[in-house]
């Protein structure tokens, strides 16, 4: 069974240093990986994902996620951050069964400090 | 625009009453997903459809139903509600198909049982 760990409920950064979100998986066979961003009291939008290819992922929002295979994880990163990317952001996993089911990890809140 | 909808988006009810939660996608996608989400658990899939009439359990199915009878809507029923559904439900849905495809959210519905 997948299984994902976000280790830190939550990262304090400044405005305009960078920030990273960290994420490790567990999953039979090859996987395909998520990041979420939730603002208060609204659903989960979808920021990127992982296939296969190039490890560096570019998402919306200036975001992106590393994935390194040997250390099974998919760290969301941001090379400036913004008062407005304060926000609980999760990361998922799938495998490559076909099925299309997503385990969440426990989320991670983000604050950014002016 | 196509869009995913749930109501109520707040509803408090008795413990003991059976409660349905509705959700109402216009991307007529095919699978549909509901998940509670709930203070260090993260999101829990509670149970999810890959089409008309096709229902399955999640991980925290148990006191749950739904059903499918068109595409765009899976409502949510609690038979006999408890506190321990007290809960913020969140609807989600995706493209059919072998494809990697994220999942669009609604709002949520905040469920608070007395």
């Known amino acids: 069974a997948q299984s994902v760990a976000q280790p830190e409920d939550q990262v304090n950064v400044a405005e305009g240093n960078p920030l990273t979100v960290k994420c490790t998986y567990s999953?039979?066979?090859?996987?395909?990986l998520f990041w979420y961003v939730q603002y208060p009291n609204r659903g989960l939008q979808f920021l990127l994902k992982y296939i296969t290819g190039d490890n560096l992922v570019k998402g919306s929002y200036g975001f992106e996620a590393e994935f390194n295979k040997s250390q099974t994880s998919f760290h969301l990163k941001k090379p400036s951050a913004l008062v407005s990317d304060s926000a609980l952001y999760f990361c998922a996993v799938r495998d490559d069964t076909g099925f299309q089911k997503l385990v969440f990890g426990t989320g991670t809140r983000l604050l950014v400090s002016p | 625009d196509a869009e995913i909808t749930q109501s109520p988006r707040h509803k408090i009810t008795e413990t003991g009453r059976q409660v349905t939660l509705a959700c109402h996608q216009t991307?007529?996608?095919?699978?549909m997903f509901w998940y509670r989400q709930d203070l260090g658990h993260g999101l829990r899939l509670i149970h999810y459809?890959?089409?008309?009439?096709?229902?399955n359990k999640g991980e925290v199915s148990d006191g749950y139903s739904v059903s499918r009878s068109n595409t765009e809507d899976l409502p949510l029923t609690l038979e006999s509600a408890a506190s321990s559904q007290t809960s913020v439900y969140f609807c989600?849905?995706?493209?059919?198909?072998?494809?990697?495809?994220?999942?669009?959210f609604g709002p949520g519905t905040r469920l608070t049982v007395t």
């Open positions: 999953v039979s066979g090859n996987p395909y």
């Open positions: 989600a849905s995706s493209r059919p198909g072998q494809g990697v495809y994220e999942q669009y």
């Open positions: 991307w007529n996608h095919n699978n």
């Open positions: 459809s890959y089409g008309v009439h096709d229902t």
